[in-house]
């Protein structure tokens, strides 16, 4: 592939492109200055990696990954640096693009992937100003005429995509480099077409998208923005069908959000930034309306400051099947903007051992019987990828309003071939927001059903035992008191919040971990574990959470 993308290349510089900038754009994307200042200390922090260049050029290093590699040659790091924005990080940037274009410009290296071109490609003209400042006739007419290589290449390129974000973005880098690069203007209506072509067919009637990863969808409705904004700053029409889809998903991602402003991580997804959120919804023009109760498999309650996110499908398959979690019945819950229970995320960029982990359903806030996930994974593919063989194939959910408070509830039967059993769910937030009752119960709805599960208890050596944990997200910090058989939760805000159980379930406090990007490490974190003996018909746990001044709500 490699080998038609330096043909490709040659074919395009002897077509001599136009070199300059017709339009040029207010950025788009924010980086982070803490993570531009980091990157000019010398250090690069990518995927659970860190490459230290000391006073180096970035390129004269070997990533330590192909994930890294990807980061590196999408120029996101580019971000940070602009944020930074000061003299050194302009002169580091600019040293640095004209490094890749010397090394890697004409097809060479791990960043030609159309996804990664589009990508680099997006950052080049979204920091235009800053990237262009400065530079000689000579850099400046370099850099120009890399930009226009690269968006002809990609007009053949992104075909070979997969459907997907990958595909999104790839289209989206084309079209924002067609109406901003002379010369380019004749790939912008095919490429249009493709995009809204992949908007219909990839974007359902709900806004919703196959891999239901709210990060993801966050990912492409800011690219269709991008999209948007580039067309409208060039005057040229935008597509009805694009407008309609952002109409859609807009309201998803609301329903998706926390206090905080970010996401519920689902699916491989991570909690996206808020400002990259709002950012794209003002850009979409599509105003708030009421929150919906469910959105893309997920059922949302909320009261007040407390808000609660749970999945309530079953895992997507088809080729999500191989980064879909076994989360379903688990639970995200928020109060203002403070997280508070969480799921530990995708360990995708921390390698094949932690990526696998983070799938489980040990790793989600609800229940597994035995360390079974509630999705069965089968054998490895040759890459090391596990696909899900079997999930569930009913999960069912009602979401009921009283005078005080709201009532979720849910349940699913990943367990019944195996164990015989259905594990239902009950989430009670009251009106005050002050606290939140559930309870888990896992029982056998017929006969058979009740023979299964006592030939897996004959199979087993010991009692069969359930699990339901709750994990903490690292900023907050628990405190477990034997004596009154309670965890408080002490939440950065300096509230404090008491979680009790049932008398009769095993509680513990263990270790736990929060995936986050941007680290070299998965981040230190707790879990609230309630254990205990599955009886022959029916297995019932209440549990509380509730704001200690406010009178706890004691679990019977």
């Not at 860190?50 to 971000?79: C, Q, T, Y």
């Not at 040229?236 to 998803?252: G, K, Q």
């Not at 895992?315 to 997280?339: D, K, M, Y």
């Not at 996930?373 to 009921?400: I, Q, Y």
Request: aromatic fraction near 8%; include cysteine; hydrophobic fraction near 40%.
């Amino acid at each position: 592939m490699q080998l038609r993308y330096r043909w490709l290349l040659r074919w395009a510089v002897w077509s001599k492109p136009k070199v300059g900038l017709i339009a040029t754009p207010e950025p788009w994307t924010t980086g982070d200055f803490d993570r531009g200042a980091l990157i000019l200390s010398g250090k690069i922090v990518f995927t659970g990696h860190v490459m230290d260049i000391g006073e180096n050029s970035i390129w004269n290093h070997k990533p330590p990954s192909p994930l890294f590699a990807a980061e590196l040659h999408g120029f996101r790091w580019l971000d940070d640096l602009a944020t930074y924005g000061d003299a050194r990080a302009k002169g580091t940037t600019q040293a640095w693009v004209l490094d890749w274009i010397d090394g890697f410009g004409m097809g060479l290296g791990p960043g030609w992937s159309a996804e990664v071109t589009g990508r680099r490609l997006n950052r080049w003209i979204n920091h235009s100003t800053f990237l262009l400042q400065g530079l000689s006739q000579s850099q400046r007419d370099k850099v120009l005429r890399s930009m226009a290589l690269q968006t002809s290449l990609l007009s053949t390129t992104w075909r070979h995509l997969p459907p997907g974000r990958g595909r999104f973005e790839a289209l989206a880098g084309l079209i924002c480099a067609a109406q901003s690069l002379a010369g380019m203007q004749s790939h912008q209506p095919a490429a249009l077409m493709a995009l809204v072509k992949e908007c219909q067919d990839q974007i359902d009637v709900h806004g919703a998208i196959a891999s239901r990863n709210p990060e993801e969808l966050l990912d492409i409705f800011s690219l269709l923005t991008w999209v948007k904004q580039s067309l409208e700053l060039t005057h040229a029409p935008v597509p009805e069908a694009l407008t309609s889809c952002l109409a859609r998903i807009a309201p998803v991602l609301r329903a998706l959000r926390h206090g905080d402003g970010t996401l519920a991580r689902f699916h491989g997804g991570g909690q996206g930034s808020e400002y990259v959120l709002d950012q794209a919804l003002a850009i979409s023009g599509i105003r708030a309306s009421t929150l919906q109760d469910s959105a893309m498999g997920f059922a949302r309650v909320s009261s007040g400051a407390t808000a609660v996110i749970a999945d309530v499908a079953a895992p997507p398959l088809g080729q999500e099947r191989f980064t879909s979690h076994a989360s379903t019945c688990a639970f995200e819950l928020s109060v203002g903007r403070t997280r508070v229970i969480v799921n530990c995320g995708s360990g995708l960029r921390f390698g094949t051992d932690w990526h696998q982990a983070g799938r489980t359903t040990a790793s989600h806030a609800t229940l597994a019987i035995n360390g079974l996930s509630t999705s069965r994974f089968g054998p490895p593919k040759r890459n090391g990828d596990r696909p899900f063989a079997e999930t569930p194939s009913l999960v069912m959910v009602k979401k009921t309003r009283a005078v005080d408070g709201v009532r979720l509830q849910m349940n699913h039967n990943g367990y019944q071939q195996s164990h015989g059993l259905i594990h239902a769910r009950t989430l009670d937030l009251p009106v005050d927001s002050k606290g939140l009752v559930g309870e888990d119960e896992l029982y056998a709805p017929d006969e058979s059903d009740v023979q299964i599960l006592q030939a897996a208890q004959a199979k087993s050596d010991a009692p069969l035992r359930f699990s339901i944990r709750f994990h903490l997200h690292p900023d907050v910090t628990p405190n477990f008191d034997a004596d009154s058989a309670s965890i408080s939760l002490t939440l950065t805000t300096g509230e404090i919040w008491v979680f009790r159980c049932q008398p009769g379930t095993e509680l513990a406090l263990d270790d736990s971990v929060y995936f986050e990007d941007g680290r070299q490490f998965p981040r230190p974190s707790k879990q609230i574990v309630l254990t205990g003996v599955i009886k022959e018909i029916t297995t019932r746990v209440r549990w509380s959470l509730a704001k200690a001044s406010e009178n706890p709500q004691k679990a019977p």
